[in-house]
């Protein structure tokens, strides 16, 4: 899994899981990545509305293109500690709109 496939993940979560509790959605400022290992992410969701907490685990990658991923390279595609810290401080800090994350 790579930096960008981490992404696209946050962002299906995001599109995707409401509050099992209230049904509200979710905004990328509640999502906080608790572990990557191999395929799977392990997310810590947040509700603004009820102050739930949901674990949310993932274990494919939300690719539009799904690719190889078994013939990943060990070491190259990884997503590096510091990358998951940078995805932290984004999700942290950011306060947009989620276009303005994705657009090009
Ligand atoms: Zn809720």
Redesign the pocket.
Known sequence: MNYYQLQSILRHIRKTVS??????NYQFSDLEIVNVAGGRVTLAVS??????KTLVVVSEPATRKPRKIKKEKEGKTRITPDEVLEMRDFLGNFKGEMRDIFKK
């Open positions: 509050c099992p509790s209230c049904g509200g509700c603004k509305g009820c102050s739930s």
